[in-house]
């Protein structure tokens, strides 16, 4: 007896495989995202760019820093500062302070790639904005990204900046 309500339970499932139940609407399910883990804190190579968008308590959890004052958190070695800027409790916005870089002279070209490589950013996904000699600008498409590379003033480090607020998600394309 037991062994007729397995089969006509298993059949009434597969009968009804492949059609769609026009009544009844899927419930959406919230996810929300989990920040990704730091691999190598206090390295040289990080991409701060990947905490965009998620909650600074759970980042700062990870992170093992507590937010300053201003709510933004603060991490800092002898290679650089990185600075992530939040915007009603969510990061927003991160800078890379590349201490190893300073001074810088905003008269003398420096090559941003260096900088980049350092913060393990994928050359291959970046698209030139800008070049000036104390400026690089670069769209990444992938992660809807403005990155600038820049000297600000001399004696200072150069900083790698990573904003989604100032990224134009158009490619330039060179066609007529």
């Known amino acids: 007896m037991k062994n007729i309500f397995i089969v006509a339970a298993v059949f009434t499932a597969l009968v009804g495989c492949g059609h769609e139940d026009k009544k009844r609407k899927p419930v959406p399910v919230a996810v929300a995202p989990t920040p990704p883990p730091v691999a190598f804190v206090g390295s040289k190579f990080t991409r701060p760019y990947k905490y965009h968008g998620f909650d600074v308590a759970k980042v700062s959890e990870i992170l093992g820093v507590k937010p300053n004052a201003a709510g933004n958190i603060e991490i800092e070695t002898n290679e650089h500062l990185i600075r992530y800027d939040v915007t009603d409790g969510v990061i927003s916005y991160s ?21 980049l490589d350092a913060v393990a950013v994928n050359l291959a996904d970046l698209e030139m904005n800008t070049r000036m000699t104390h400026l690089a600008t670069y769209h990444d498409h992938q992660e809807k990204l403005k990155i600038s590379v ?8 150069i900083v790698v900046r990573f904003s989604n607020k100032y990224y134009r998600g158009v490619k330039n394309d060179n066609r007529v």
């Not at 002279?105 to 941003?112: E, L």
Request: hydrophobic share 30%; aromatic share 6%; net charge negative.
């Open 95 to 115: 800078e890379v302070y590349m201490l190893e870089t300073a001074p810088c002279n905003q008269s003398q070209s420096f090559d941003p790639i260096v900088m």
């Open 150 to 157: 820049t000297c600000e003033q001399d004696g200072t480090p």
